[in-house]
T-cell receptor
């Protein structure tokens, strides 16, 4: 049973460019959340997708956008990259528990470096 | 607003010592969930425990134990007889109830180093 997978593993971009990160949830999971983890800090919630819609959003600008596909996989897009966007981007999947708080499974992350 | 504080940035112990990682949280919600995660050098967060705000029973799982005290808004994590493989960054997190664990607020983590 495959866990959460993310691609690519590492990415180097320059300021102003755009980037797309990808996530495939654990088998059977339908909810995907994205987090940004800066060096030496805890993960910060970006947004969550369920049924192909953004359901919750953290305190991130509109440069951060996402998408969820019918197979529950998800993309995170960041436009107009800034140096401060350099971080580990984590994807987490869970099963919609109709109000219950489910256990999240995290992927290995994508390390984004903006030069 | 929710907040999680892990005051210990780094802890270093010698193998077989017991170690406690502190977590203090703030929330206005009466119903919420608390989590602990382990992040080894590979970067992947590993779920350790989830506790809801109505369950203040302490929990033990092998060498791991958790002490939840609502009165002091603390959810501390103890590793008994630590091992080198326990070396990692440990995160405490808080989540609103009736949402999916997605919108969790994390502390900044405690880096635990266990020396042989």
């Amino acid at each position: 049973d495959a866990g959460v997978t993310q691609s690519p593993t590492h990415l180097i971009k320059t300021r102003g460019q755009q980037v797309t990160l990808r996530c495939s949830p654990k088998s059977g999971h339908d909810t995907v959340s994205w987090y940004q983890q800066a060096l030496g800090q805890g993960p910060q919630f970006i947004f969550q997708y369920y049924e192909e819609e953004e359901r919750q959003r953290g305190n991130f600008p509109d440069r951060f956008s996402g998408h969820q596909f019918p197979n529950y996989s998800s993309e995170l897009n960041v436009n107009a990259l800034l140096l401060g966007d350099s971080a580990l981007y984590l994807c987490a999947s869970s099963l919609n528990g109709q109000g219950s708080v489910g256990e999240q499974f995290f992927g290995p992350g994508t390390r984004l470096t903006v030069l | 607003a929710q907040k999680v504080t892990q005051a210990q940035t780094e802890i270093s112990v010698v193998e077989k010592e017991d170690v406690t990682l502190d977590c203090v949280y703030e929330t206005r919600d009466t119903t919420y969930y608390l989590f602990w995660y382990k992040q080894p050098p590979s970067g992947e967060l590993v779920f350790l425990i989830r506790r809801n705000s109505f369950d203040e029973q302490n929990e033990i799982s092998g060498r791991y134990s958790w002490n939840f005290q609502k009165s002091t808004s603390s959810f501390n994590f103890t590793i008994t007889a630590s091992q080198v493989v326990d070396s990692a960054v440990y995160f405490c997190a808080l989540s609103e109830a009736f949402t999916h664990a997605g919108k969790s607020t994390f502390g900044d983590g405690t880096t635990l180093t266990v020396k042989p």
